[in-house]
């Protein structure tokens, strides 16, 4: 297949060309990458699908760099590395990051990717196997699995460079080549070559740069929560019996989360296979179908929530470096209660308190690791430079309040 950043991607063999033709995974072809991003940057339009497929062939090169160097890597790790990478966003619902934990509360989307390679496994008779102990983390070698989840992957390296491409936003146009091929493996983890130091640097860069101009942008904040509370009044109008016209696989899902997940202490007893169906079932189209009827209903909060959304009538934001005063939310209260006529149990549809963080590096977790030139290992955050190691390693938070331009 024809990729607008990579060039021809080549299908490697049957089983990964049949697990890319499965409608599990056909559905990314409806799930968009970034959200509501294209509300900000209208070429934001990419979906799941376009980047599990370049993640993937980002992992074919990165296997092929490994072995040259006489990294031992089987046919059956292969294999299984990049089934693992093509589905490692398998479980993302309708709008990626923005709607989950809130369709199947409490559950993320790695642990529904997981179920979902379960029951390709059955389907492919034990194929996945390798693939399942690698996204878990159980495989002996370790690289495989750092090669998956970790501050370098192949999830990174691709969704960095695709985003940045489709936002038009080039300070994210990550090196991904150079990157893979600086990387070795020592002692069973994956380092990256010395000489890549500055190219880590770049990398980590753009990842900071990405966020804040784009992920964590004020107006993709806003949109977000908006979305978040046109699903929480409609699950909150079926629950109390009115009508709400959607698909029926979203009628499912809301239906769903307001009965039998609530009698559940296992959010895997949850993830059953026929709830796992209905959720394949639910895509990006639904959402946005729904919200198109919802901008007529009777209801003024669903319908004024869901108009808002669709014109792109958004909320104002209001940052800040330190949480939001008493007084300034107080304010805005009186305000939306006096121009809307929103009672004060319902207030928090409009009026939305909240936070973002970032930290781009984090010298605790997930550390990088540089292979030296005598053949020994140092983590990247000795090797940098004293003030970049810390600028990229510091968390950033920022409190918001959303409301409507009234």
């Known amino acids: 297949m ?9 299908i490697p063999n049957t089983f990964i060309f049949n697990l890319i033709e499965h409608p599990y995974f056909q559905r990314l072809r409806r799930i968009n990458q970034m959200g509501v991003s294209y509300l900000v940057y209208p070429g934001a339009q990419h979906t799941r699908f376009h980047h599990a497929i370049g993640a993937m062939h980002l992992m074919q090169q990165a296997i092929y760099v490994l072995k040259l160097k006489g990294v031992k890597i089987t046919k059956k790790e292969q ?40 029951l390709l496994n059955k389907e492919f008779k034990g ?3 390798t693939c399942i102990q690698i996204f878990k983390g159980e495989h002996p070698k370790k690289f495989l699995y750092e090669l998956i989840s970790s501050q370098l992957d192949m999830d990174r390296l691709d969704y960095l460079k695709r985003d940045s491409f489709y936002t038009g936003v080039a300070e994210g146009n990550v ?34 740069m990405m966020y804040w101009q784009v992920y964590l942008h004020k107006t993709n904040i806003v949109a977000e929560n908006i979305l978040v509370k046109i699903m929480q009044r409609a699950s909150y109008l079926i629950k109390i019996g009115a009508n709400i ?53 009777s209801d003024f909060i669903l319908r004024e929530l869901s108009r808002r959304f669709i014109y792109r009538d958004l909320f104002k934001i209001k940052m800040s470096k330190t949480p939001i005063t008493n007084e300034l939310k107080k304010q805005k209260a009186r305000k939306i209660q006096k121009k809307l006529g929103v009672s004060k149990q319902d207030l928090h549809y409009f009026l939305i308190e909240d936070q973002i963080s970032n930290q781009v590096y984090n010298k605790k977790t997930q550390k990088i690791k540089l292979l030296n030139k005598n053949d020994t290992w140092s983590y990247f955050s000795h090797q940098s430079d004293p003030f970049q190691g810390q600028f990229l390693s510091k968390k950033v938070i920022k409190y918001f309040l959303c409301y409507p331009k009234i």
């Open 175 to 208: 090196n991904s080549e150079r990157l893979i091929k600086m990387l070795n493996v020592v002692n069973g983890e994956l380092v990256v070559e010395q000489k890549g130091i500055y190219s880590i640097e770049q990398f980590l860069l753009s990842r900071r």
């Open 79 to 118: 294999n299984g590395l990049l089934a693992a990478i093509l589905l490692h966003d398998i479980g993302h619902g309708p709008f990626s990051h923005a709607l989950e934990g809130l369709l199947l509360p409490s559950v993320s989307h790695e642990q529904i990717s997981l179920v979902y390679m379960e």
């Open 2 to 10: 024809n990729d607008p950043i990579y060039g021809f991607i080549t």
């Open 245 to 297: 016209p959607c698909s029926r696989a979203l009628k499912e899902i809301l239906q769903l989360k307001n009965s039998t997940y609530n009698t559940l202490g296992n959010p895997s007893e949850f993830l059953s296979q026929k709830r796992m169906e209905q959720f394949s079932d639910l895509d990006d189209f639904d959402i946005i179908s729904a919200i198109k009827e919802w901008k007529n209903h």
């Open 127 to 129: 194929k996945l196997d």
